[in-house]
């Protein structure tokens, strides 16, 4: 399990059990239901993703206790220790499923572009910053494509131009150095928000994310308290370090 902090991602094939998958699998189904009944109105402008399933009261306490159980687990926690260097904070769960329209473009993206700092800023807090995601797909899908290394590394001019939609340029064009990695239930694709990536829609995929960040005040500005555990669910995790704001 090695490679996380030269290539920025890591690919674990087959690393959850059918039973592992069954047993979150019926909460993000009574999720998604929910959450799509009441934002009826922005699947239909497009937006492909959800957040917050630790949240608000589309699922019950047991409900979230299996989630937060199934998120601090033992075995995912191996793969935190290689890729953070110390011990890090959890952020967010997000579901990612198609856009309603599928002639709808995807985009490349670095998640930091969105923060409001400047490209300067970017360019040093790559270097010294990292939110991962730990896309868990529920369905075979055509997964995520990546740029291996740029979560430390700054674009190339075509990259920068691409994502950001200069000189012609629009964020669904094809990048040379694009690494595409397919996806299977089971299989967990860990990577870092810092690369420039984009989903790649169609299968109908339907994928939880769970976002692990470092532990530092910068970061923690982002989270949100409503979605870390209550005191009684606390109290059937381990590993309770993660939600130690
Ligand atoms: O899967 C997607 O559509 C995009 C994923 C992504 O960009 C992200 O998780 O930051």
Redesign the pocket.
């Known amino acids: 399990m090695t490679g996380y902090e030269e290539q920025g991602y890591l690919y674990l094939e087959n690393f959850f059990s059918e039973a592992e998958i069954v047993t979150i699998e019926k909460i993000l189904n009574k999720f998604h239901e929910k959450w799509l009944k009441d934002n009826a109105s922005y699947y239909e402008k497009g937006l ?2 959800s957040h917050g399933l630790t949240s608000g009261n589309y699922l019950n306490e047991e409900e979230k206790t299996v989630l937060f159980q199934f998120i601090s687990q033992d075995k995912l926690q191996e793969i935190i220790r290689t890729v953070f260097s110390e011990t890090p904070i959890f952020l967010n769960t ?1 579901l ?1 499923f198609d856009p309603k329209n599928s002639e709808q473009k ?1 985009y490349w ?1 670095r ?1 930091i572009q969105y923060t409001g700092m400047s490209v300067e800023e970017q360019k040093i807090a790559i270097c010294n910053q990292d939110v991962v ?1 730990f896309r868990i797909p529920m369905r075979k899908e055509s997964g ?1 494509e990546l740029i291996p290394k740029t979560h430390r590394e700054w674009d190339l001019s075509e990259e920068f131009e691409v994502r950001n939609s200069l000189n012609g340029a629009v964020p669904s064009d094809g990048l040379q150095r694009g690494k595409v990695i397919e996806l299977d239930r089971g299989d967990v694709l860990v990577f870092s ?1 810092n690369m420039i ?3 790649i829609y169609g299968q109908n995929r339907f994928s939880l ?1 769970v976002l692990f960040c470092d532990n530092i005040p910068q970061m923690r500005n982002f989270i949100d308290s409503n979605n870390y555990p209550s005191k009684e669910i606390l109290e059937n995790l381990d590993n309770t370090e993660l939600f130690g704001l």
Do not use: K, P, T
Request: hydrophobic share 30%; glycine share 8%; aromatic share 8%.
């Open positions: 492909l993703n997000q990612f995807n993206h998640d995601h995520i928000a990536h984009r989903g994310d």
